[in-house]
């Protein structure tokens, strides 16, 4: 099993809008890119899908950007993955008619929802990624 992508860095972006949640900062696309190693016109149909779920808003204008839209403790990867993947992390085909094949096929289902149950524990805050020093000025010696 393998987590797309795609959620992978919306988990990543909103991490970074959350670092800054207190701050009501909004953070600019090229930056967010930056900071997390992405594309940035990958990045916005990221957002627009994020937007599009409630998770970020968007504000126009020389200092527009995003900004995420609830607390970062309200926000959980199962969440996330709603509205990246459409509530499916793991998806099973109907099988090819066998004889097992509706059996494995509940199986899967059983383990995407214990999985999407276990991510709606995990919330933004945890990972939001530690303080970087400002030009030593944060450094305990």
Same mark, same amino acid.
């Given at each position: 099993?393998?987590?797309?992508?795609?959620?992978?860095?919306?988990?990543?972006?909103?991490?970074?809008?959350?670092?800054?949640?207190?701050?009501?900062?909004?953070?600019?696309?090229?930056?967010?890119?930056? #900071?997390? =190693?992405?594309?940035?016109?990958? !990045?916005?149909? &990221?957002?627009?899908? $994020?937007?599009?779920?409630? +998770?970020?808003? *968007?504000?126009?204008?020389?200092?527009?950007?995003?900004?995420? #839209?609830? =607390?970062?403790?309200?926000?959980? !990867?199962?969440? &996330?993955?709603?509205? $990246?993947?459409?509530?499916? +992390?793991?998806? *099973?085909?109907?099988?090819?008619?066998?004889?097992?094949?509706?059996?494995?096929?509940?199986?899967?289902?059983?383990?995407?929802?214990?999985?999407?149950?276990?991510?709606?524990?995990?919330?933004?805050?945890?990972?939001?990624?530690?303080?970087?020093?400002?030009?030593?000025?944060?450094?305990?010696?």
């Amino acid at each position: 099993m393998r987590l797309p992508l795609k959620t992978e860095y919306a988990c990543q972006v909103l991490a970074q809008l959350a670092s800054t949640y207190a701050s009501g900062e909004v953070r600019q696309v090229e930056e967010l890119a930056a #900071a997390e =190693h992405l594309s940035p016109n990958y !990045l916005v149909q &990221i957002l627009t899908t $994020l937007r599009q779920a409630g +998770l970020v808003i *968007s504000r126009r204008g020389k200092n527009g950007g995003y900004l995420l #839209a609830r =607390h970062p403790e309200d926000i959980t !990867l199962a969440e &996330i993955a709603m509205a $990246l993947e459409g509530g499916a +992390l793991i998806e *099973s085909s109907p099988g090819n008619g066998g004889k097992s094949a509706e059996r494995v096929r509940h199986a899967w289902v059983r383990v995407n929802e214990a999985m999407l149950q276990s991510c709606g524990s995990i919330t933004l805050t945890e990972l939001i990624p530690p303080r970087q020093p400002q030009d030593g000025a944060d450094w305990v010696i």
